[in-house]
């Protein structure tokens, strides 16, 4: 499978992710077996590079919630960047591009923004759309309060 993924192109890497993401989920087999599927279904995920913005929000909206899934579930672990709660934590706050006070500003007057704003505004919250589950894990420090306060952003954004 991860020849093929690697090889593929387009909807095959689509067809992949879902394939073996349904592996994932898959509680019969053992929990290592799923986070290699787990693996591969990121994989396929994180290949489906195109320019379009949409589509890389997308990539990482699926990657972040298909990870907490995993470490929910299956556990975290420090030693994958994949699996560890403080990777996450980090690559959610790295991929959001304004404060949350400027959300929460910006999300009072959404019907007044322009469309660019708008999807601004609904990127970010596609983006914080696991903080719930995170935050249930993470423990005290400076990552864990900058999400909390996305948390509070998050409930007002479009």
Do not use: C
């Amino acid at each position: 499978m991860q020849t093929f993924i690697r090889n593929a192109h387009g909807r095959e890497l689509e067809i992949a992710r879902v394939v073996a993401q349904g592996h994932a989920y898959d509680s019969a087999d053992p929990q290592e077996v799923r986070r290699q599927w787990a693996k591969l279904s990121l994989l396929a995920n994180r290949l489906m590079h195109t320019d379009d913005d949409g589509h890389l929000e997308r990539v990482a909206q699926q990657d972040f919630m298909f990870r907490m899934w995993v470490i929910d579930r299956l556990g975290p672990d420090d030693t994958n960047p994949d699996w560890s709660l403080d990777a996450l934590a980090a690559d959610t706050l790295g991929a959001l591009t304004i404060t949350p006070a400027q959300a929460a500003s910006l999300a009072g007057r959404w019907r007044d923004l322009a469309i660019e704003q708008i999807r601004l505004l609904r990127r970010h919250k596609n983006l914080t759309a696991h903080l719930e589950t995170l935050l249930g894990h993470l423990t005290p420090g400076r990552n864990r309060d900058q999400l909390s306060a996305w948390t509070s952003a998050r409930r007002m954004l479009p």
